[in-house]
């Protein structure tokens, strides 16, 4: 079980977008996440009449390192450390280390 999903709301702690909330798009294999609207790069991009794309300089998202992210906590309005307990009917469901709040229901 992962401590932060697709869909989460988080706040980058490091970085250019230091302070930036955003919900996740996406998680790599390779620990990295990817923020709505954050770490934006400027990529070049050809055109290419085949397939009707024209080309043109682009704003796309960049991934982020997992650990360079927070999930928010709506109760506190920071970014807070995240843990996982197992339930007394065995499920396993991520908490809020600050208050013991469980995230998932």
Known sequence: MHKIKKGDE???????DKGKRGAVLKITAEDRVLVDSCNMAKKHVKPNPNAG???GILEKEMPLHISNVALFNPASGKGDRVGIKTLEDGKKVRFFKSNNEVVDI
Do not use: R
């Open 53 to 55: 794309e024209t080309g």
């Open 10 to 16: 988080v706040i980058i702690t490091a970085g250019k």
